[in-house]
Each structure stands twice: as C-alpha cells, then as structure tokens.
C-alpha cells in the first residue's frame, strides 16, 4: 500500500537558518503530494501541494518539488523565522480512493 | 470566509458517558472525514463520508460512530469514551474527486477530548 516516510525530528535551528525536512513516499500510479503544517494546539494547515512529477509547490517562503524519479517531496525554506515552529507532515494523496496518507510528522523548533 | 469549524474547541467527558462532537463546513464539500490524533502522532483516519455514503475504516472501533444529517454538518459520536479515547478530534473535508486530480484536504481546528 501506500506509504510515506519522513525524516525524524525534532529538529532544532537558530532563526534565519536553512531548513529542509526529507519526504520520500511509496506510491502506485501518480499520486498528489502535500506538507502539511500544525502549530501548537491547532488544526492542520495545507502548506503546499504538488500534484504531477517536476511540479514546485511553494508557499510562505517554503518549497518542495514532486521528483518521480526519486519518489521524493523535501520541504525547504531559505531562512525560518521563530515562528515556523510547528509540526510539519508530508502526505499523499492518490489512487481511486479520497484519503491522505500521512508521514510521521516532523516538529520544528526555531531558537531566536 | 470559506471554512470548517469543529465545536466545542474542548470538550471534557467521563469514562463511560456519551459524548458527542460536531463540525461543519461553509465549502459545499461532497466528503467529510474524522480523525483521531494522539499526541506525536499522525492524524488517524476513522471514516468518512461520500455524501451520504458512509466509509468505516476496518480498524474503528464500534465505540465510534458519525452521523451527517447534510452536507454542512457530520457529527462524531463516542458512545463509552475511555481513557484511550483521549485525544484530539480532526473533522477535515474535500471536493468530489472528480472535480481535479487532487484530494486537498481542508481541516477544522479540532477538538482536544479529556475523558477523566
């Protein structure tokens, strides 16, 4: 079945620091890949989404590309800020059926 | 604005007592899902719906159920919540898959259960 794996946190960086989370999924056909984000105590926010191979989601200064022929989706941002703290999912949605497959989640904490 | 609303935002039950949670949706969304989330932990889909059509997940326990009267509003029942059932809920919706070729879930804020 479908599956996504993530790199494992927490991961701790100063402000203005370069940030990338890896995502690498397992998948058949051409699923539609996200990073989500979830700050403390809140609900999940679509970060950004690709849904082809060599597509560039972007969003808020963050980015990641759909690389088919490495089945991967990093998220990078050049410079986080304090409040980019949060808990970051990649998931992938894709097949006949409507749902999300979630990686593990990854937690940011960005020191000032 | 467009959104998905879950209420309460907390909720506080007692071991054994029924408890029930609800979310709408401004969207117009065909599917409505529920999750469960457990501390550092990925969202955990229980069912969905398709309109009306309901979808169990094979491993939701009998203890939860979901009702979706119309297509703004679905609620998540828990009939005998334990001290397993804590967590946060997560009401989510999407388009009919048809409309695109992309399932973009769109998320309520949730709300944090405390079964004592």
């Known amino acids: 079945g479908d599956s996504v794996t993530q790199m494992e946190g927490p991961v701790t960086l100063s402000e203005e620091a370069f940030l990338t989370i890896n995502c690498t999924y397992t998948?058949?056909?051409?699923?539609?890949l996200f990073w989500y984000v979830q700050y403390p105590g809140e609900g999940l926010q679509l970060l950004l989404k690709?849904?082809?191979?060599?597509d560039k989601g972007s969003n808020k200064g963050f980015e990641a590309t759909y690389r088919k022929e490495t089945t991967s989706f990093h998220l990078e941002k050049g410079s986080v800020q304090v409040s980019d703290s949060a808990v970051y999912f990649c998931?992938?949605?894709?097949?006949?059926?409507?749902?999300?497959?979630f990686g593990k989640g990854t937690l940011l904490t960005v020191n000032p | 604005d467009a959104m998905v609303i879950q209420n309460p935002r907390y909720q506080v039950t007692q071991f054994g007592k029924p408890v029930t949670l609800s979310c709408s949706q401004t969207?117009?969304?065909?599917?409505m899902y529920w999750y469960q989330q457990k501390s550092s932990q990925a969202p955990k889909l229980l069912f969905h719906?398709?309109?009306?059509?309901?979808?169990n997940e094979a491993d939701t326990p009998d203890n939860f159920q979901s009702r979706r009267p119309n297509t703004s509003f679905c609620f998540l029942d828990i009939r005998s919540p334990g001290l397993g059932d804590a967590a946060m809920y997560l009401c989510?919706?999407?388009?009919?898959?048809?409309?695109?070729?992309?399932?973009?879930?769109?998320f309520g804020p949730g709300t944090r259960l405390t079964v004592l």
């Open positions: 998948a058949t056909g051409y699923p539609s």
């Open positions: 969207l117009n969304h065909n599917v």
């Open positions: 719906y398709y309109d009306k059509d309901f979808n």
């Open positions: 690709a849904t082809k191979a060599d």
């Open positions: 998931a992938l949605s894709g097949g006949s059926n409507y749902k999300l497959t």
């Open positions: 989510a919706t999407s388009r009919d898959q048809t409309a695109g070729p992309y399932n973009e879930q769109f």
